[in-house]
Nanobody
Framework: VQLVESGGGLVQAGGSLRLSCTAS????????MGWYRQAPGKQRELVAT???????NYADSVKGRFTISRDNARNTWYLQMNSVKPEDTAVYYC????????????????WGQGTQVTVSS
């Protein structure tokens, strides 16, 4: 299973950016999808997650500004980032909990390669 991210880049504070992540490979279903980020010198932290039923969870720091959504048919999920701040600058990683076989409930965790988001003040 491979996760490929896109959409990162340089944006001014107050602007918007949309990240995308597409999963491919041996996939029966994706239980949950998420976005995490890691700023220089800091640990990786959760940004947002969305379950197969559409339940979402956000870090307090992005609530009201970021929105996670998913397109199950395309195994793709998005992070719409609005009103970005310099402190949102980080490498953003997508994550997926993937079920590979229809006859097994076992699932595995996969990560994308990361995409840089830089917010200028």
């Amino acid at each position: 299973v491979q996760l490929v991210e896109s959409g990162g880049g340089l944006v001014q504070a107050g602007g918007s950016l949309r990240l995308s992540c597409t999963a491919s490979g041996s996939i029966y279903s994706i239980n949950a999808m998420g976005w995490y980020r890691q700023a220089p010198g800091k640990q990786r932290e959760l940004v947002a997650t969305i379950t197969s039923s559409g339940n979402t969870n956000y870090a307090d720091s992005v609530k009201g500004r970021f929105t996670i959504s998913r397109d199950n048919a395309r195994n793709t999920w998005y992070l719409q980032m609005n009103s970005v701040k310099p402190e949102d600058t980080a490498v953003y990683y997508c994550n997926a909990d993937v079920r590979a076989k229809y006859y097994s409930l076992a699932s595995w965790d996969y990560w994308g390669q990361g995409t840089q988001v830089t917010v200028s003040s």
